[in-house]
Every structure is written in C-alpha cells, then in structure tokens.
C-alpha cells in the first residue's frame, strides 16, 4: 500500500498520525500503533511492521519538508496572490 493511499477502497490522500501507546517515555515497538485517517473513516494500525513502514515514511516526509516559518511566508505570498 502507498503512504497516503487507501487502494483497498481507491480513495486519496489520508492523515496519518504516529501515536503510542502511553506506557512509558518509549514504548517498545510492540505497544505503537499508527492512526491513519481519510474522509471516510479511520483505523488504527497496530501490526509492528506496518507501524514500522509508517514511521519510515513519516521521518522521510519530515526531512524533506520545508520548516515551519518558511511553509507559512510560502502560504501567505500564496494567498496574496488571489483576488479578495
């Protein structure tokens, strides 16, 4: 399955929240979980290798994304270019 994909009902993008378990500061691979979310509903992910592929994907999203403080003057010049 494609991050962000939902092929079993062919629907688009989802959000996907990475979240464990609150056990402890660290819980063992074993006790996270992923929660992935689209339009239409919502599911929780406890396989460990799944949550493992998900978790790879996250961290290569976060390093490839912009920071925070250039996203926002990226959104904002974007918007000044629509008319009011």
Known sequence: MEFGQNRQ???????????AVPTSP????????VYAESAYKGQFVHDPDAVGEFKLRFHRLQAAAMPPSRSLRLVEETIEGFPP
């Open 26 to 33: 660290r819980p063992p691979p074993e006790r996270e979980l």
């Open 9 to 19: 009902e062919g629907m688009g993008p989802v959000v996907v929240e990475l979240a």
